[in-house]
């Protein structure tokens, strides 16, 4: 592959999941529902014009299933990235917010007002999954594998792109709405800084 020739990845959140909504979901591992997998294919339906050279996933099922039927239909290879997986929540796992606070009020409250920095009791923190998806992103980026590629995988990720690779600061990419299969593009070119082509 060129070094002149950017790639373009498509990132797309996981669709609607069985069980309680608005919870913390971190590695808790629940399947999509048939909407869910509605609400990706419509999104993709938008964007996967190039076809996609390679896809990759977060190992989750509620990712995975999705990506392992879309590789096996195009006839592409699948990559399974761990380094994609979702915040671990600790012992937040499928608590809501309110529950969480009530739990852990000082705990919640930290979380809170540092945007995830300071972690769930026994989770993981920001700043630790921040680390582990740009050194994840760099070395696919530098994996020759094609020019157009997918990455199937949450929104705790696509924050964490957003913050390592464009400047957002935690506050701002925690102000972004990124709903069930939302998407964002981004072209890389070797060299030069990576573009954001657009959000959602």
Partial sequence: MSSTRPIIVTVLRHGEVAGRAQ????????????QGIAQMNATLARWATPA??????SPLRR????????????GV?????????????????ELTPDEAAQRDP???????????????PHGESLTALRSRVMQGWL????????????LVT???????????????????AFQIALP????LRISHLHGQPPFLLGIN
Avoid: K
């Fill in 77 to 93: 290879p699948l990559l399974d990235m761990p380094c994609f997986s979702e915040l671990s929540f600790g012992e937040w796992e």
């Fill in 63 to 74: 990712c995975r299933s999705f990506a392992a039927d879309y590789a096996a239909h195009s």
């Fill in 154 to 172: 949450h929104a705790g990720v696509m924050r964490a792109l957003l913050m390592e690779l464009f400047g957002f600061t935690p506050a701002q």
């Fill in 106 to 120: 000082a705990s919640y409250r930290a979380f809170r007002d540092s945007h995830g920095v300071h972690p769930p």
């Fill in 180 to 183: 069930e299969a939302a998407c």
């Fill in 23 to 34: 919870v913390f979901r971190g590695i808790s591992d629940v399947p999509l529902t048939p």
């Fill in 139 to 150: 070395e696919w980026m530098n994996h020759d594998c094609g020019a157009q590629r997918l």
């Fill in 52 to 57: 996609f050279d390679v896809l990759a996933t």
